[in-house]
């Protein structure tokens, strides 16, 4: 899947994306951001999209949001306008496989339902741990691929169509367990029915 594709299909994804998939995925988005919100200092969320997350955080958090999408941007900004955000410190236009922060800039990173999107995610993996400082977190909530049983043989049938889906159906969750600078400290399946997996990474010294 490459930019292009991305960008095409979140375009046509952003003006009914909070009443589609942006419904589907509400649960496993509140808890992630429950978690986050019992940490402090700074968040970036990559793959903000719409920004369906941002009201939830706590104001005691300072929080920057990046995607590639230029039309779930608007969205988001609009949400951050309406709502008065003043913990949301700023909301970019930007590449995941080239965040334009320093390194160990964030003391949290999260992406939720994002790096089965993205070209190049092992890229996008290793930025993520690049702008964590030492100590701090990487969170990640996606569906992976299964093994075996009904749901992984959809995901083979569905696999072709990615580009016009725009995600990765059959996304094997090694690709992001590989970044050499974070250590997985937990995993656990959210709803709907355990199709989402969440992730806690910690960044290295």
């Known amino acids: 899947m490459d930019l292009k594709a991305v960008t095409e299909t ?9 009443n589609t ?3 589907i995925t509400g649960i496993g988005r509140n808890r992630v951001v429950d978690y986050l919100n019992t940490r402090s200092g700074r968040v970036l969320e990559v793959g903000v999209g719409t920004g369906l997350s941002l009201k939830r955080y706590s104001p005691h958090l300072e929080v920057t949001g990046i995607d590639v999408s230029a039309d779930m941007l608007d969205k988001a900004r609009e949400k951050v306008r309406k709502e008065r955000l003043a913990h949301v410190k700023g909301i970019h236009e930007m590449d995941a496989r080239h965040l334009e922060f320093p390194d ?3 003391d949290t990173v999260v992406a ?3 790096v089965s999107v993205v070209p190049e995610p092992e890229r996008v993996i290793s930025e993520m741990a690049r702008v964590c400082k030492p100590g701090g ?3 990640i909530v996606n569906h992976f691929a299964r093994d075996r049983g009904m749901l992984a043989g959809v995901e083979r049938a569905l696999a072709p169509f990615a580009d016009k889906l725009g995600w990765h159906p059959d996304f094997e969750m090694e690709r992001v367990l590989g970044e050499p600078r974070l250590s997985l400290v937990e995993e656990r399946r959210f709803p709907p029915l355990g199709i989402f997996t969440f992730l ?3 960044r290295r010294q």
């Open 104 to 106: 160990g800039h964030f």
């Open 200 to 202: 806690r990474l910690e």
């Open 137 to 139: 977190e990487v969170v």
């Open 21 to 23: 998939f942006g419904a």
């Open 10 to 18: 979140y375009r046509r994804w952003a003006p009914i994306y909070d």
């Open 112 to 114: 939720m339902y994002l």
